[in-house]
Nanobody
Framework: QVQLVESGGGSVQAGGSLRLSCAASGYITSSACLGWFRQAPGKEREGVAQINSRAGTYYAESVKGRFTISKDYAENILYLQMIDLKPEDTGMYYC???????????????????WGQGTQVTVSS
């Protein structure tokens, strides 16, 4: 059973930075696609950043230039470095893994089988 555990969320002021981590069991970092999603209250869960097994990275337009997704193969950890945070970045952030869908763009949540429990990010103005 694949397990994903996020950490690193918190409360920051606009312009601040956070780094989220997602510890994965097994060799999940070689998955076809790993990603970060976020969900704000009353809104749909949206893909924020994704990385495929060849380390190709893809970002939602709203976070390009501010967020960086990366993975540590040795430690089986997925990261999301976030800088210049904005209030609209507030939400619950989830990491997810797909063993079958190879991402070359931001894939929808339906393509991801494994999910973490989420970590809250709150950005105040």
């Amino acid at each position: 059973q694949v397990q994903l555990v996020e950490s690193g969320g918190g409360s920051v002021q606009a312009g601040g930075s956070l780094r989220l981590s997602c510890a994965a069991s097994g060799y999940i970092t070689s998955s076809a696609c790993l990603g970060w999603f976020r969900q704000a209250p009353g809104k749909e869960r949206e893909g924020v950043a994704q990385i495929n097994s060849r380390a190709g990275t893809y970002y939602a337009e709203s976070v390009k230039g501010r967020f960086t997704i990366s993975k540590d193969y040795a430690e089986n950890i997925l990261y999301l470095q976030m800088i210049d945070l904005k209030p609209e970045d507030t939400g619950m952030y989830y990491c997810a893994a797909s063993t079958s869908w190879y991402c070359t763009t931001i894939l929808p949540r339906a393509g991801f089988r494994y999910w973490g429990q989420g970590t809250q990010v709150t950005v105040s103005s």
